[in-house]
Structures are given as C-alpha cells and as structure tokens.
C-alpha cells in the first residue's frame, strides 16, 4: 500500500529565506506531482515531474524528484508572503494495469510567511 | 465555460439524511476521482472512476456510492449521512493515455456539514 509523508506539516518563516519541503513516498513510482492550496480555495498544480532526477523551477520554487530514495523536494528560495499556503505532494499509485491511476497526497505542509 | 465544477459548493444536512454531491467536467477525461479532505488527513480518496460505468473503491469508500453513467458526470451520494462526513469534498479529472502523465484537475470543493 502506497502512504506517502510530508514533512514538516507545519513551517513558519520569515521573508528572504530558504526553506525545503520532503515528501516521502514508501513504494515505487517515478510520477509525482506537487500542488498548492490556499485557505478555502481548491488545489493547484504546480509541479510534475515524471522520472528520476527530474527538476522543476518556476519562480521562488524549485521541486525535484530522486526515484531511487523515493523522495521529492519542494526548494523555497528567498520566500515572498504570497508563498503562504498549504503544499501538497501526491504519488501516482503503481502499477497502472487496471486502467484508473490513483494519485495518492500526503498530509500537506501548511507554510506560513512572515513579514 | 471548460473545465470541472462541482455543486452545491456549501451543503449542511441532519444525520440520517441522504445527500448528493454532483461532479461535472468538460474536458471528456475519462478518470475522475472523489477525495474528501479533513485537517491532518491531507486528501484521502473515497471512489474513483476510469471510464463511464467502471467505478472502484479507493481509501475510505464506506457510506459513499458513487455512479457514472455519462463521461463528464461523477456524483457521489452519502446514503446515510454521519456526523463524520462531515469534510470538504473535492472531485478531481485527469486525461486518459496509454502513459498518464498529466495532472489531475480539481474541482472549487464541496464543503458538507452534517448536524
């Protein structure tokens, strides 16, 4: 059974800094996928990486994928207030056989930026 | 206007009730996925769907029946509702390929209370 972990679930930072996001996955995949949540609003994709070593960048983000350690890493660089949000990663469940692909999130960080 | 909406967006119902939350997407993706988010569960997926007609159990099915009978609609009904439905609903779509490398797309959520 795929579970997928996040870590930290909470993060409060000030402005300027860096900061990173894990996202653990406990079986094999090479799919993952990163989303953002604000308060009371749906999920946004962000970020899909699709094989090992695979390395997204847009903006403040960067989120890169190692299949061999079954993490992904969510990078903030110098964090703005509007990174506030609620992060997530999510795993497609393998082995896609059975013809519907079940995307499997973890618990969300939920960052806080600070003035 | 294109893409996935889910209704009613606020719905509060008593125990016991059956209550109905429709899905509609116009995209023809043929996955669809319900999930039900709750604090410190991230998202956890209650039924799936691959195609009009096949529908599978995903994480936390019990009290929820879902049908598909047209492409675009998937609506998940709670055929007794309990006061640990209550949760925010959301109804996610990805497009179909012999490899599924897209995202899924998610609905404004639906947020269910039940009194």
């Known amino acids: 059974e795929l579970k997928v972990e996040q870590n930290p679930l909470f993060l409060s930072m000030q402005e300027g800094k860096n900061y990173t996001i894990y996202c653990n996955y406990s079986?094999?995949?090479?799919?993952l996928y990163w989303y953002r949540q604000d308060p009371g609003k749906s999920l946004e994709s962000l970020f899909v990486l699709l094989s090992n070593g695979a390395v997204k960048q847009e903006g403040r983000l960067m989120a890169s994928l190692d299949t061999k350690a079954r993490l992904s890493t969510l990078h903030i660089t110098a964090a703005v207030h509007d990174l506030s949000a609620t992060y997530f990663c999510?795993?497609?469940?393998?082995?896609?056989?059975?013809?519907?692909?079940?995307?499997?999130f973890g618990q969300g960080t939920r960052l806080t930026i600070n003035p | 206007d294109a893409g996935i909406t889910q209704s009613p967006r606020y719905k509060i119902t008593e125990t016991g009730r059956q209550v109905t939350l429709m899905c509609h997407q116009t995209w023809s993706h043929s996955y669809m996925f319900w999930y039900r988010q709750d604090l410190g569960h991230g998202l956890r997926l209650i039924y799936y769907s691959a195609a009009a007609d096949i529908t599978d159990k995903g994480e936390v099915p019990d009290g929820y029946v879902v049908s598909r009978s047209k492409t675009e609609n998937f609506p998940l009904t709670l055929e007794s509702a309990t006061r640990s439905q209550t949760s925010v609903y959301f109804c996610?779509?990805?497009?179909?390929?012999?490899?599924?490398?897209?995202?899924?797309?998610f609905g404004q959520g639906t947020r269910l209370t039940v009194v």
């Open positions: 999510a795993v497609d469940h393998l082995p896609i056989i059975q013809g519907a692909q079940k995307l499997v």
């Open positions: 996610a779509s990805r497009a179909p390929g012999p490899r599924i490398d897209t995202e899924a797309f």
């Open positions: 079986t094999t995949s090479d799919r």
